[in-house]
């Protein structure tokens, strides 16, 4: 469709890497503390492995490093409790990315290793299927339904939305939030499930 085939599988690994670059979201909110005389904004640029959290209008040198920048893993202890539910889909949604940033380096290296493994694969569960199952789908459905590694892309940056997605509008009730990445892992899904393999 949007890219041809023979491309497909560097699109799907350049997309992985494109996305663990990418922030998600990105915060901004304005508070008025009674702790502190005046207004600062808070600005947290959200990573798939980490976040980088700054207050304008408090000096530098009063924030720590570990205020400035948290690892995923540290997000369900470093956000208030009212959103420890989206640091903790956040952190469950980094550990499918990670799998797949490692996936993709598998790819790259031994990516006709791995479709010509994949096509074995697809033939032994054709081998094994009933006709019935077969009959019962239609056509199209199943020329799109196999162990293809770019439709495994797909299908994970499918999953990786809707949760970054999810997590988006979780904290928006917090904080106004803009899915940037998240966007981005829309499109690559998209695309990834929907191109023509040769």
Do not use: K
Request: charged fraction near 15%.
């Amino acid at each position: 469709m949007w890219v041809r085939s023979e491309y497909a599988g560097e699109l799907a690994v350049l997309a992985t890497w494109l996305t663990a670059l990418l922030p998600w979201s990105v915060s901004v909110l304005r508070e008025s503390p009674s702790w502190i005389d005046g207004t600062f904004t808070v600005v947290n640029i959200r990573f798939v492995f980490l976040q980088f959290h700054y207050l304008f209008g408090i000096a530098l040198g009063q924030q720590s490093l570990d205020g400035l920048v948290q690892f995923v893993f540290e997000i369900p202890e470093f956000v208030p409790t009212n959103q420890v539910p989206e640091g903790r889909l956040w952190l469950a949604t980094a550990v499918l990315f990670g799998c797949m940033l490692l996936f993709s380096l598998v790819y790259y290296a031994r990516d006709q290793w791995l479709e010509a493994a994949a096509e074995r694969a697809e033939r032994r569960i054709a081998d094994a299927a009933p006709d019935a199952l077969a009959d019962a789908l239609p056509a199209p459905l199943t020329a799109r339904l196999t162990l293809d590694p770019v439709r495994v892309f797909g299908a994970c940056f499918a999953v990786l939305a809707v949760a970054f997605s999810v997590s988006t509008a979780m904290f928006f009730q917090h904080q106004p939030t803009v899915p940037v990445g998240a966007l981005f892992m829309w499109v690559f899904a998209v695309i990834l499930l929907r191109v023509e393999r040769a």
